[in-house]
Each structure stands twice: as structure tokens, then as C-alpha cells.
């Protein structure tokens, strides 16, 4: 599924971005299939980084794609993904629910040292939020479970 700017895009206001964002459910098992899929897509990973990187605390890669200056972030994700079907520039895909995806970006703020970077995150909250309807009690309520209540509230209200 789509996350990070592209999600924020599709939910709230476009901005430009050089990476794209996915997140993957995936087992050690399907590591081998998903590097053949990369490589097939034009990317060079080997299948050690793909699991050293599934392996790691923060469960995410980077994948330069060789003739460009974009890349690819894979974040990998146990369990069922919180995804809802979508259209970006007519292709059908899966984005990050949007309620999921001010979770993250409230993780991502909280953990963020740079100040630029969270003050991104937080206009692409705030675009949601004005832009897609939430469920804004279920929303309060993982955000106090995950200790994030306090900036929602800011958000909300700014």
C-alpha cells in the first residue's frame, strides 16, 4: 500500500516528493519474491539487503533507483494492513488508511529530531484532516494509546 507524501497527497494537499513510500505485509519467506519483483520493476536490490532490513529494528529500506533521483522506501509490516483501494492517475492501488496514516505521521513527529521534518508532517496532518473525513473519536483514542493525544489535539485545532 501507498503511504508517506504520496498517501498525504491523495488524503490532503499535493506536494512534491522524490521517494515513494510503500508498506508491505510480508514473511522472511517472501523476501525472494519480492527482490524478483524489484528487479523486474528496473531496481537493484539484493535479496540480503531485503533481509537485513526485515530483520532490523526499523524494518524499513532504501532502493535508489539507478536512473533517477527517485527512490523507493519499503516499510515492512506484520500483520494485516490498514489499506483502503484507490486510483492514483487512473491505476488502481491501495493507499494507507488515512486515520492510519495520522498515526504514523504522529509516530514520525514524535521520533523526529529534524524540526523541518516533522513541521511537514504536520501540515500533512492537518490536510487530511480538513480534506478526508476520520473518525475523529477512534482517532483520540489510539493516539492517547500511543501517546500522541496531545499533538492531535494541537493539530486539530490549529
Known amino acids: ?76 509490516m506484520d500483520g494485516t494492513l490498514e489499506r483502503k483501494t484507490a486510483s492514483i492517475l487512473g491505476l488502481p492501488t491501495f493507499c494507507q488508511t488515512p486515520d492510519s496514516l495520522i498515526l504514523a505521521k504522529l509516530r514520525m513527529i514524535k521520533a523526529t529530531l529534524h524540526l523541518e521534518r516533522a513541521a511537514i508532517d504536520k501540515e500533512d496532518i492537518k490536510a487530511i484532516l480538513r480534506y478526508t473525513p476520520v473518525n475523529l473519536e477512534d482517532l483520540r483514542k489510539r493516539a492517547r494509546d500511543e501517546g500522541t493525544s496531545e499533538m492531535l489535539e494541537d493539530l486539530i485545532h490549529e
Do not use: C, N
Open 1 to 76: 500500500m501507498m503511504t508517506g507524501a504520496l498517501a498525504s497527497s491523495y488524503y490532503g494537499r499535493p506536494r512534491t516528493t522524490l521517494d515513494v513510500d510503500v508498506a508491505v505485509a510480508v514473511t522472511r519467506k517472501d523476501l525472494a519474491r519480492l527482490a524478483e519483483a524489484l528487479r523486474s520493476a528496473s531496481l537493484a536490490v539484493e535479496e540480503q539487503r531485503l533481509e537485513a532490513a526485515w530483520q532490523s529494528q526499523y524494518r524499513i529500506i532504501t532502493i535508489r533507483d539507478e536512473e533517477s533521483a527517485h527512490t523507493l522506501d519499503i516499510i515492512f
